[in-house]
């Protein structure tokens, strides 16, 4: 019984730190500078670490504007070690970015 309990509180102990594998942080809404940690293509989303060493976890929407020298640009353009404005607005523990401009 005890053998069983254990492998269950392991196995769920496993999953929870394979779900939780990036340290972001939760900022408080407004805009923040910093540089691309990590582009994923197929979520939408991108991880910025600020300029106060915070990371941000950010998802797309429909609504979030992506530009470069104040032209639309298609979020393919976004690439690792880029420096970025975003600004966020923050809805709970989420953050939702309202803009990205891609600052070089």
Sequence with gaps: MKTKILSTL???SFFFFIACGESTDVV????YQGTIEEVE???????????DDKTLELYFTEETQLTRNGSTVDFSELEEGQ???VEVEKNGQRLDPISVEIME
């Design 28 to 31: 408080e809404s407004g805009t």
């Design 41 to 51: 293509p197929s979520k939408d989303e991108i991880y910025v670490k600020t300029d």
């Design 10 to 12: 392991l196995v769920s």
């Design 83 to 85: 420096k970025v404005e």
